[in-house]
């Protein structure tokens, strides 16, 4: 499979729904009092009750000026995150989102309702203070190129929590394991359901390791040389290369068929056989992908 052909076809493909899409705006008032999602278990609070940041009025205007945080999207003000975490819980949007920065004082970017499927937004939550939640995004904070030959693999950015409705909790997470060589199902308990034999990146275009995404978006292009397996799509980039694959996505990185699913021989994708990829993409939008 051409990787130049896979990953320049996401792009464009992205590139004409959202050329397409009507942003729905919102005004985002003061903040209300929102309950915890139910089963959501956030870390303890860093912050007290008094000195969390008050939710910012955001005008309709001025959202649907932001840069939307798409996969191909670079947005210097979210905030880089490489801690692995094994749990989140799972959102969709009810309607174009506005997404802050450490301070949490002007928004950066936003979330759209529907992402470049017209599918809604999947977007996962790690972290709950206050009225808001610290979710990861799929754009990138910078370019490897940008950042001294290193980037971070994967953002994230707080949102009003009143702006989300969750839909899941997912029950397994991902983890690659790029010195085994090997893609794993894991139960939040810890035990390996199922493990997969995978090809993973090149010294020179590295799977990045050290990091947790997820599972973005998922479709079936047999046009890209995957035939009829889905491509999973993650919110994880290459941290390495600015784009590896020759598209114009900033070097994001997914889990595909391949005829070759052993060793270091991709640019950065996570290659796997057609079991491999029926058993992926039976998992919920949403579901963690931890490298190691």
Wanted: include cysteine; charge should be negative.
């Amino acid at each position: 499979m051409r990787k130049r052909t896979l990953w320049a076809g996401v792009a464009v493909a992205g590139a004409v729904v959202l050329a397409g899409a009507v942003v729905v705006p919102l005004v985002v008032g003061p903040p209300s009092a929102v309950s915890a999602a139910p089963g959501h278990t956030a870390p303890p609070a860093t912050t007290s009750a008094s000195t969390v940041p008050a939710v910012p009025h955001v005008d309709a205007a001025a959202l649907a000026a932001l840069p939307e945080a798409q996969y191909s999207a670079v947005i210097g003000g979210l905030m880089p995150f490489d801690r692995t975490v094994t749990s989140d819980t799972v959102f969709q949007l009810r309607a174009d989102a506005p997404l802050f920065g450490a301070a949490r004082t002007t928004p950066v970017a936003r979330f759209a309702a529907s992402d470049f499927l017209r599918q809604p937004t999947t977007v996962v939550g790690l972290e709950r203070d206050g009225d808001w939640e610290r979710v990861l995004t799929p754009a990138r904070r910078q370019l490897p190129s940008a950042a001294g030959g290193s980037a971070a693999a994967q953002t994230s950015a707080w949102v009003p929590v009143a702006l989300l409705r969750e839909v899941s909790t997912p029950t397994s997470r991902v983890v690659i394991s790029t010195k085994d060589q090997t893609v794993s199902i894991v139960s939040l308990d810890g035990a390996t359901v199922q493990r997969f034999r995978a090809g993973v990146g090149t010294a020179d275009t590295p799977t990045p390791t050290g990091v947790t995404g997820y599972l973005e978006q998922r479709y079936v292009d047999p046009a890209q040389g995957t035939g009829d397996h889905p491509i999973q799509l993650t919110s994880l980039h290459s941290s390495a290369a600015d784009e590896p694959y020759g598209g114009h996505d900033g070097g994001l990185i997914g889990l595909h068929w391949n005829a070759t699913t052993s060793g270091a021989v991709s640019h950065g994708c996570v290659r796997l056989d057609a079991g491999a990829v029926a058993a992926v993409n039976a998992l919920p939008l949403g579901t963690l992908v931890t490298v190691e």
